[in-house]
């Protein structure tokens, strides 16, 4: 079922042809072997490869394979859940890698339908070697290949926010989620290799065109017993863009580490 894909040429429906999709201006899109599709034109990328780099992809796959974050996916399931009308479609925005995708789309109905998006390819690559059920394409979250009123639900975990296409694909009154850090995410692991470690700021909850309706606060303290965990842990946050010789020194020491993590899923519906 492929029909909630749109042509990124000429915004056409995408037909399922079977190696490959297709519009009806004739456009085509072939599939990967593990599944997903491209969807990204040239004329959106800023980079060679845009997005996360294969290393940083790896090592988010790696960290999150070991479920240290499995209360977070938990809870984000049981929200979807609460939320989303049985049989629903879903839409996850910046699915990166899939780990929360797929088990989401797991705790479904088999009738609901699950797509996800990332603009790195090699993410795309690896969520749908891992997850036959839910639909992966490359592309941008700024310019989504989906028609518009599409989705029943569209999820967010760490990704970009871009408002104004989220309302597009949403349909009416349906629901976003949005998962971001709290204030103290990551605490310990900041103290461990920043001289001045600051907090993660928390901006307010409103959003123009959709109602906040809850937060839903998840928190636990996880224990890191090998230094290539942590490796993958800080490779995969936005402090391995922004880290010089000195911290990555002091990472590199690390053996083991007991560290707060701290999210926030936030519940909005989409205004009329």
């Not at 001289?195 to 409103?206: A, L, S």
């Amino acid at each position: 079922m492929s029909e909630l894909w749109i042509c990124p040429v000429c915004g056409k429906t995408l037909a399922d042809s079977g190696k490959s999709l297709k519009c009806a201006k004739n456009h085509s899109f072939d599939k990967a072997r593990s599944g997903y599709v491209n969807l990204l034109p040239v004329k959106q990328k800023h980079a060679r490869l845009p997005g996360d780099n294969p290393e940083m992809v790896r090592a988010r796959r790696d960290f999150l394979g070991k479920d240290y974050y499995q209360h977070l996916q938990n809870a984000l399931c049981k929200a979807v859940g609460k939320y989303l009308i049985p049989g629903g479609s879903l839409l996850d925005a910046g699915c990166g890698e899939g780990y929360y995708t797929k088990k989401i789309c797991e705790s479904l109905p088999e009738t609901s339908v699950c797509y996800g998006v990332d603009i790195s390819k090699t993410a795309a690559d690896f969520a749908a070697r891992s997850d036959k059920r839910t639909h992966y394409a490359v592309g941008s979250v700024f310019h989504l290949p989906v028609g518009e009123n599409s989705f029943d639900m569209l999820v967010s975990v760490f990704a970009p926010y871009c408002g104004m296409e989220f309302f597009r694909v949403l349909k009416a009154d349906s629901y976003f989620i949005m998962v971001i850090p709290s204030a103290l995410h990551l605490w310990e692991l900041k103290q461990a290799v920043y001289d001045k470690p600051y907090e993660n700021q928390v901006k307010d909850y409103h959003l123009e065109n959709f109602r906040f309706l809850e937060k839903i606060s998840c928190e636990r303290k996880i224990f890191i017993d090998n230094p290539q965990d942590i490796q993958n842990l800080f490779q995969m946050t936005p402090y391995a863009y922004r880290t010089g010789a000195q911290e990555r020194e002091r990472l590199q020491a690390l053996q083991t580490l007991e560290v707060q993590t701290a999210f926030e899923i936030l519940i909005y519906q989409k205004e009329a």
